[in-house]
């Protein structure tokens, strides 16, 4: 079963809902970046919050980012996702290895630690939009529900999870997000609170079988299910030699003369999917070429105008 999501409607339109599986995106995200079970397990929750979050976007130009920092070993995690399924991801630190908590459970909160999470959204608007709360629990799901309450004034229920097995891939991945809508009633509000108490967690629903519908269906048990949308979701990265090229163009002068005379070929590492890109010495002293043609056009435009 590929990875995908669903937005839903419940109780009359008085809830809205997204449920996804991310079980093969965030396998390619554990093999990409070699990620231990915990930065496994952080990093998957990230993925599949941040593609329900970019589903709830209007448009396929915009872009969301969910960004965390903390003080723990992890430091952070930096995912963006558009509102068509795509995401893409990394850690600041792949490796963490810390004691599973008294549950036995993986301790993402611990791996973490207090720190802050950030959502940017980009719209095409002259300034981008941005809102930064304090981490609660470091657990994500937890941290989003906060979020939705304390910057968007939408009182939400957010659950994620992944279950890594022994040979650490990924067993299964997914999660949901239910919001409450500004007419829902008290007894709407009332059935939702005790089916979440009810509830298994994701990573149980997901081991039973449960597709995203499913999910809903137990998270919104009695509540008249209505699926609006279905979305493909994959870590899909826009990466390409062009790009890296456009930054390399851009660096100061004395960057890229230092490149060319230690006379050894460079290779660049995509943040997000690991991908490598090698430029041979002749390679980046052809960007410098385009580097100084680009700069003493500018001074020439300068020049004209000045006259």
Do not use: W
Not at 2 to 25: C, P
């Amino acid at each position: 079963m590929n990875d995908y999501m669903i937005r839903a409607t419940a109780a009359g339109e008085q809830l809205r809902a997204f449920a996804i599986t991310t079980k093969d995106t965030a396998e390619f995200a554990r093999s990409a970046h070699n990620t231990s079970p915990v930065v496994t397990a952080a990093l998957g929750r990230m993925l599949s919050g941040a593609a329900m979050m970019g589903m709830m976007m209007k448009d396929s130009s915009d872009l969301l980012t969910l960004q965390v920092r903390g003080e723990g070993p992890m430091q952070g995690i930096t995912v963006t996702a558009d509102n068509a399924g795509h995401v893409k991801g990394f850690p600041n630190v792949s490796d963490v290895d810390i004691p599973l908590k008294e549950n036995g459970k993986l301790d993402v909160g611990g791996a973490l630690g207090m720190g802050f999470l950030r959502v940017m959204m980009d719209t095409g608007a002259k300034e981008p939009y941005v809102g930064t709360v304090e981490l609660q629990t470091g657990e994500i799901a937890e941290d989003l529900t906060y979020y939705f309450a304390k910057s968007e004034q939408t009182p939400s229920a957010v659950g994620l999870g992944v279950l890594v097995d022994k040979d650490c891939s990924v067993n299964c991945s997914g999660g949901f997000i239910v919001q409450l809508l500004p007419d829902a009633k008290e007894e709407t509000i009332s059935q939702l609170e005790e089916n979440i108490k009810n509830i298994k967690s994701v990573t149980d629903m997901l081991k039973e079988g449960k597709t995203p519908e499913g999910i809903l269906n137990e998270v919104l048990k009695g509540m008249d299910v209505s699926v609006t949308e279905k979305c493909d979701v994959s870590f899909e990265c826009n990466c390409s030699r062009d790009r890296i090229e456009k930054s390399l163009i851009s660096l100061p002068k004395e960057d890229l003369e230092d490149m060319i005379n230690e006379g050894k070929p460079i290779e660049v590492r995509c943040q997000f999917c690991e991908k490598k890109y090698e430029f041979s010495v002749d390679a980046i002293k052809a960007l410098n070429d385009i580097r100084l043609a680009a700069s003493l056009a500018r001074k020439n435009i300068v020049t004209l105008g000045g006259e």
